[in-house]
Every structure is written in structure tokens, then in C-alpha cells.
């Protein structure tokens, strides 16, 4: 896995741009920029649902949250820029692990919350409190959320072998 | 100059932020999550004057405004700490002022728009008019320019402490 993300990013070329003296701080400053863009959308809709700005009519809300999507796509992108330029910085470090999870973990709520939430939600009234199955799934969607950027600051903060890591 | 931020990083406060351990790390952690939420509600907003999800009436955009105060809360502390753990690196560094500066323009329009478009209900049935637009489209350049020099500090410092420069 290493060698494959390591191959990737030298044949690529992101290897060398990432290295130069101001690629990395670049895709680290979108990568900051998407993250707020996902905040401010998702973040700002999952508020929402929790009781915060009621009054916010759900339904036209929820428009701000394709948005959201695009700061998560640019932070894919720009995660992946970060990755085949150090892959072992990240592979075998718990805190890009629990990243990852809580990631999933975000993504699986999401799956959740549009099969069986979204519908009365998008139908409420504009000052209407969210129902608890969206309440609950907001909640979830937060604390990942929020999870993802402290493991974001740890993965750089303790770096491997000298990683910060509560199972070994 | 050097010798108020020699005086300064060696107090027992700045000692402790460098040295405590967990000090540092859960100011940076702060910032990051406060940044996120300061910006987000910012640009949120912005797409909002700028005619994204035109739905919600850009009144109701005040009901954020709490949350915006307790992110602008905890930005300002964590700020300061890492400020205090680490004076003369953003000090002397002319990236710093920038981002000081650009924070202080965009929060200025902020408080301009939330007493003209957003401020009022009466105003939520009409597009917002094209100077207000102009001003969020600013905001919006504003809150990029303030994470990619916050995120620059931490490779265009020249010194970490003040007294590196005695030597």
C-alpha cells in the first residue's frame, strides 16, 4: 500500500510540487478552506436540526448542503495530495486511523439520515423542531465532524514512530 | 522590542504553553474547530447575499450570530495562547499583521451587512442590492486570504523566540 501511494505520487509529479517551498502550505490552506466550507454548510444545517436558528425553514436550508459536499470533495482531493507525498506519515498513524473511521462513520449517518430522517424534515414547518431521528443523526454528524479535525491536527502534530497512539 | 519579547516568553504562562505538554496542541485544536466555524458561518452568509439558497430569508441568518460570537470567543482565546506560547515568531513575522488585518476587514463588513441586508425582514423579499453583493464577494476573498496566511505563519517564521536572536 505504501509503495503503491509512494509510486503514485512520484510518477504523478505531486510528489515534487507538494515538496516545493510553498506546495505544501498551498493544498494545506484549501484543504483548510474546504474544511470550513463543509463546517459552515453541514455544520451550520446540523444546528439546525439540533434546535440552533429555528426559525430557518429546513427544506430551503438544506440547499446550502450540496456545498458542503464540495468542501468534502476538495478536502479528498487535497487529503490525497498529502497522502502519496508522505504515505508513511499517515498509514501507520493511529490518529489519520481514527480519522478515516470517523469518516465512515460520517458517511454510513448520512446514508441513514436520507433513508429514513430527511423526508419529514424537509416538510416541517419553518419553525418547527427537527424529529428525534434527525436530531440524533445531527448530533452524530457533528461530533464526527469535529473528530475528523482533531485527528486532522494530530496526524502532523505526533508524527510516527514518535506518534501519539493509546493501544501500543 | 526584543527585550519586552524576551521578557514575555520567558513569564511562567509562556513557559507553561510550550511546555506543559497538552497546552499547546489543545490551543491549536481550538483554533482549528473556532476557524472552522468562524469562516464557515462567514461564508455561509456570503453565498447567502450572493443568492444561494434563496429560500431562507437572509434575516434569519442573525439567528447564527450566537454561534458566531462563542466561535469568535474561542478563536480569540486559543489565538492568544499560541500568541503567548510563541511571541516573537508571529511578532516579527509580516505575514501575522496581515491576517490581523484582513480579520478586521471582513468582521468590519460583516457588521456592516447585519445592519443593511441582514438586518432587517422587511428587506428579505427583494435580491440583495449590488454594493451589498460586491461587499460579501470581498468577505468571501477576505476569509481566504485570512486561512492561507494563518496556515503560511507556520512556514514564514523567521524565529521561533526571541532570545534565538541574541545569537
Known amino acids: 500500500m505504501e509503495d503503491l501511494l509512494y509510486s503514485i505520487g512520484q510518477k504523478s509529479g505531486i510528489y515534487n510540487f507538494m515538496h516545493t517551498s510553498w506546495g505544501w502550505p498551498t493544498v494545506e490552506s484549501l484543504h483548510f478552506l474546504g474544511l470550513s466550507l463543509l ?13 440552533v436558528a429555528r426559525g430557518v425553514p429546513m427544506g430551503a436550508l438544506h440547499r446550502l448542503v450540496p456545498w458542503g459536499v464540495g468542501g468534502y470533495a476538495l478536502n479528498l482531493c487535497t487529503g490525497f495530495l498529502f497522502v502519496v ?6 498509514l501507520y498513524n493511529p490518529a ?72 501500543c | 522590542m ?26 491549536l485544536v481550538f483554533h482549528s474547530i473556532g476557524m472552522a466555524f468562524v469562516a464557515g458561518i462567514h461564508v455561509v452568509t456570503d453565498l447567502r447575499i450572493l443568492g ?34 510563541y511571541p516573537a515568531k508571529a511578532l516579527t513575522n509580516p505575514v501575522f499583521y496581515f491576517k490581523l488585518a484582513a480579520i478586521a476587514a471582513a468582521l468590519w463588513i460583516m457588521r456592516a451587512l447585519m445592519r443593511g441586508v441582514l438586518g432587517d425582514s422587511r428587506h428579505d423579499a ?26 503560511f505563519l507556520a512556514y514564514t517564521a523567521k524565529v521561533m523566540l526571541a532570545s534565538h536572536l541574541l545569537y
Open chain 2, 2 to 27: 526584543i527585550d519586552f519579547l524576551i521578557w514575555l516568553e520567558e513569564t511562567r504562562p509562556s513557559t507553561w504553553m510550550r511546555e506543559s505538554g497538552g497546552a499547546f496542541f489543545s490551543s
Open chain 1, 96 to 167: 489519520f486511523q481514527i480519522k478515516l473511521s470517523l469518516m465512515a462513520i460520517a458517511g454510513l449517518n448520512i446514508l441513514v439520515f436520507y433513508r429514513f430522517a430527511f423526508r419529514p424534515v424537509r416538510a416541517a414547518a419553518a419553525g418547527a423542531p427537527a424529529p428525534a431521528g434527525a436530531r440524533t443523526a445531527a448530533a452524530v454528524s457533528l461530533v464526527c465532524w469535529i473528530g475528523v479535525i482533531v485527528c486532522g491536527r494530530l496526524i502532523t502534530y505526533f508524527r510516527p514512530p514518535y506518534h501519539w497512539c493509546f493501544w
Open chain 2, 126 to 151: 427583494a435580491p440583495a442590492p449590488g454594493k451589498e453583493k460586491a461587499l460579501a464577494a470581498a468577505s468571501l476573498v477576505l476569509w481566504v486570504a485570512v486561512i492561507t496566511s494563518g496556515r
Open chain 2, 52 to 85: 444561494v439558497a434563496p429560500g431562507v430569508p437572509r434575516s434569519l441568518m442573525r439567528r447564527y450570530l450566537p454561534a458566531l460570537w462563542a466561535s469568535l470567543a474561542v478563536v480569540t482565546v486559543s489565538g492568544l495562547a499560541l500568541l503567548l506560547a
Open chain 1, 39 to 51: 463546517i459552515g454548510c453541514i455544520g451550520l444545517w446540523d444546528l439546525r436540526l439540533l434546535g
Open chain 1, 85 to 90: 507525498s508522505a504515505p508513511n506519515q499517515y
